[in-house]
């Protein structure tokens, strides 16, 4: 939801119109009148650049300062752009975000080892024990939805840091409950409170860096993503068979609060509109006048703002599920990476069932597995930072080398894999063939998982730009519902299709959706010359 406003002669600001999109159209960018003495000073991004001069911007605008507008009035290097910041300062901003997003994956895949010991303890079926991975993925699909846009406009930083003390007391409540309801209570507090880290670090990376500069941070966000959903089954294995059940939680927590307080310290407002609004504040804290005595109150020419109210938090929920519905390009590409995500928290489920039915693997091995989701996460993630080199390489005078089209390319190509591997791991998890040849086949649906998440977050980024998050948001609700129900089906579809016939349908299903990206590339331009969100933005 974008939303804008003026400041009136008083300092105070004037409510406008919602426009049905969610969009507010700023009055006129001047205003003074007689009686206050005062003027209104738009400013736009551009002053966030480190050349930027106050007073010459002043003089553009025909207005005179008494006395003249030093430009060093504030402190300019606290309100610079963050696309400007060194990349020593995106490195350690990023840092406690990436070590967020890594924790938020890992205590999704952790939850699904302690499975034996908490089953036998509580009498409920495998069903009713994912249940919790259902309900923490539901956090993750609904809460972005609301805090996506709060986050824009009252900016990352205390979004990160309430969003971190919420995800410690949910996993402390994991740790401590003695009873399934109490579980399962606090995993959706978990799920809500880690959310935030899993969807909100990609508009972070999106803050830092510029389209044609944003593939390599995305592309170790990502992998922060996908190896974090290995290390939570790989150290959880362990963890069980050594610890007990109960330590799956307490390591999460003491992680959870070394990341919380990283993000304290080294973690940095990265939204431009929020530093905008800061320097303007700082400016207006100077009681600059003009030579005839009107006071100078400086506003942000484009900005968002929010009321904390029902209907207000309703639009925001609603513009999301506005682009799901009315945006091809949304819909479809949210099909795609659903099916994807739901086919990597399946695996939560069925590595341990198969593994452990026909190899008679332990809580250890079958957690050692997921070092293959590690590995090829990392593999991933190698491809994609030397596919964009590479790319320009092969076609360097290409001109639309670098439109968002043309960066499903290796997607396009990559994501194959996913079905592959799919049909690889059900027909040859027997008994008479190798363990390894299963564990392998996990490997490559990894590959595929991770082409396709990191495919939707550029996309998505470079399409829709100033509504990414909105449309980031929309798919990442159903991403995460309908990654909340496979494990409920697991069991059952295995043990009523069988092995092979579930391999078969889902490997069918992903060969179909392949086609997806294919017809973006080729017809995705033309599509998005349609769109009242993206048409504007080629």
């Not at 119109?17 to 209104?40: E, P």
């Not at 034996?116 to 956090?139: C, Y």
Request: glycine content about 8%.
């Amino acid at each position: 939801m974008n939303v804008a406003y003026e400041l009136s002669s008083e300092g105070k600001e004037i409510n406008s119109a919602h426009l049905s999109d969610g969009t507010v159209m700023l009055s006129s960018a001047q205003k003074s009148t007689k009686d206050s003495k005062s003027l209104s000073v738009p400013l736009g991004l551009e002053a966030l650049d480190p050349a930027f001069q106050l007073s010459e911007y002043l003089r553009s605008h025909r207005i005179e300062s008494s006395p003249a507008a030093n430009d060093d009035l504030v402190d300019t290097k606290k309100f610079r752009s963050p696309f400007t910041w060194s990349t020593s300062h995106k490195i350690i901003v990023l840092s406690g975000a990436f070590m967020a997003s890594t924790l938020a994956a890992y205590s999704a895949g952790a939850y699904a080892l302690a499975s034996e010991p908490l089953r036998h303890q509580w009498k409920i079926s495998d069903m009713k024990f994912n249940a919790g991975i259902t309900i923490f993925v539901a956090g993750f699909g609904f809460t972005p939805m609301i805090l996506a846009p709060v986050s824009e406009v009252y900016g990352r930083y205390w979004v990160f840091l309430g969003s971190g003390v919420v995800f410690f007391l949910g996993t402390l409540g994991c740790a401590i409950t003695k009873s399934y309801a109490g579980m399962m209570v606090a995993r959706l507090i978990t799920g809500c409170g880690a959310a935030v880290f899993a969807t909100l670090t990609g508009g972070v990376v999106s803050d830092l860096y510029r389209k044609d500069n944003r593939n390599t941070p995305m592309a170790l966000y990502s992998l922060s993503i996908m190896a974090g959903t290995g290390l939570g089954p790989l150290v959880s294995g362990i963890v069980v068979d050594r610890l007990g059940a109960r330590w799956i939680f307490y390591l999460q927590l003491i992680a959870i609060g070394v990341t919380v307080v990283v993000l304290l310290l080294l973690f940095g407002e990265t939204s431009s509109p929020c530093c905008l609004r800061r320097l303007c504040h700082a400016l207006n804290k100077k009681q600059l006048r003009t030579l005839s005595g009107e006071r100078l109150y400086f506003f942000p020419s484009t900005t968002k703002t929010l009321k904390l109210e029902v209907a207000i938090i309703w639009r925001s929920f609603a513009f999301p599920l506005k682009l799901l519905a009315t945006e091809p390009v949304v819909f479809w590409i949210s099909v795609w990476v659903s099916f994807a995500w739901a086919i990597l928290y399946m695996q939560f489920n069925s590595i341990g069932i198969v593994l452990r039915s026909v190899y008679n693997f332990n809580s250890t091995q079958v957690g050692a597995v997921y070092t293959t989701v590690i590995v090829g996460s990392v593999l991933s993630a190698i491809l994609a930072i030397l596919e964009g080199p590479i790319r320009r390489r092969l076609f360097p005078n290409r001109s639309s080398a670098d439109t968002p089209e043309q960066r499903l390319l290796s997607p396009c190509i990559q994501s194959i894999l996913l079905p592959i591997g799919l049909f690889w791991f059900m027909l040859s998890a027997k008994a008479d063939i190798p363990w390894i040849s299963p564990v392998l086949a996990i490997g490559s649906c990894t590959m595929g998982i991770f082409s396709i998440y990191l495919a939707v977050f550029n996309y998505l980024a470079d399409t829709y730009h100033q509504y990414a998050s909105s449309a980031l948001a929309a798919q990442s609700m159903c991403r995460n519902l309908l990654a909340g129900i496979f494990p409920l089906v697991t069991s059952s579809m295995i043990r009523n299709l069988t092995l092979a016939g579930t391999g078969g349908l889902l490997g069918g299903l992903g060969l179909l959706l392949a086609i997806i990206p294919w017809l973006l590339f080729f017809f995705g331009r033309k599509i998005r010359a349609n769109s009242p969100f993206a048409k504007e933005l080629d």
